[in-house]
């Protein structure tokens, strides 16, 4: 029963794309007459003014302002993480999110590790104590990296660095936080969890990073490897590294060490890693990135509470 009715977007080649895309995939959800097609940096006030769910997939620079309008145009929301790019922006995230509390909207963010079968499975036998106490942890993002694209011959600066968000520190806030924000919410959610909280965060962060292969104009001002050490107030410590440089060992997971052994996503062993105590067996019943979308609109249909953006 749900129906796409609105769109917005600043690039209109983009958002054609996107509807051609949809209408071939999902013909008879897509309803978007061309007046309800909004192009232009306002465009999400008409999106939002239109719509009973809006969906907030922009670069995550722009999130919060859009965030605060959907809660009080009193709209249900799901927003791609990360939620912002700086501590301004997080501080307007929270206040929003409160409000959303307040008028009991349904918000979900795209962390969608928290809806997959195999964590969920997995942080349930590290709940039981399968590992012990939990002492450290490592998380990684290290890849070759991502889409670069190039200035056209017609941008404008500001028109430049939209197309090419993932570069600008303003908009993506770094691999760091646009990417490397999966595999540290997994360590806050695992330490937390373990301890009987949603979630456990830092309390201090000390690290290093830089450029190597991305040196020229076209990569922006964000780095190509960061380190950073996690120290949190129960003595645990987060080991975490990011890195977008081709031809290097690339692994995206997490691995949490307790007493008594490691868990990783669908896999417990002992200390050493070389005994298996628990593997979680078959694929993923269903797709996460469907699932979180599912389960905000059961939250918005059986009226339950649910918000992810704290």
């Not at 995939?25 to 769910?53: C, Q, T, W």
């Not at 307040?102 to 195999?118: A, D, F, I, M, N």
């Not at 645990?236 to 031809?247: G, T």
Request: charged share 30%; glycine share 8%.
């Amino acid at each position: 029963g749900t129906k796409l009715v609105a769109m917005g977007d600043v690039f209109r080649e983009r958002m054609d794309n996107t509807f051609d895309m949809l209408t071939k995939r999902h013909k008879d959800a897509v309803e978007v007459p061309e007046e309800n097609k909004f192009i232009g940096f306002d465009s999400y006030l008409k999106v939002i003014e239109m719509s009973d769910v809006v969906i907030l997939a922009t670069p995550p620079g722009f999130r919060p302002m859009m965030f605060e309008a959907a809660v009080e145009a009193g709209k249900h929301v799901f927003m791609e993480k990360p939620v912002c790019v700086d501590a301004a922006g997080y501080r307007r995230v929270m206040a929003a999110a409160k409000k959303a509390d307040e008028k009991g909207l349904k918000v979900v963010v795209g962390l969608q590790r928290h809806y997959q079968k195999s964590y969920l499975e997995t942080l349930k036998r590290v709940k039981d104590g399968m590992i012990g106490d939990i002492v450290s942890a490592q998380v990684w993002w290290n890849g070759g990296g991502v889409w670069v694209r190039d200035r056209q011959k017609d941008d404008t600066e500001m028109r430049y660095q939209c197309r090419n968000w993932y570069y600008f520190n303003w908009l993506c806030g770094d691999n760091i936080c646009e990417q490397h924000i999966h595999n540290i919410d997994v360590a806050n959610w695992f330490i937390g969890e373990a301890i009987g909280q949603t979630a456990a965060h830092p309390v201090i962060a000390q690290g290093m990073g830089g450029r190597e292969v991305r040196t020229g104009n076209k990569f922006g001002e964000i780095f190509d490897h960061h380190f950073v050490e996690y120290r949190y107030d129960n003595g645990v410590i987060v080991n975490s590294q990011c890195r977008h440089q081709p031809k290097t060992w690339s692994r995206v997971s997490e691995e949490i060490i307790g007493t008594k052994g490691r868990a990783m996503p669908g896999k417990i062993t002992d200390l050493s890693g070389n005994e298996t105590l628990w593997r979680h067996r078959g694929k993923d019943d269903a797709n996460p990135y469907q699932v979180e979308h599912n389960e905000l609109l059961r939250h918005i249909r059986e009226d339950k509470p649910i918000n992810n953006a704290y």
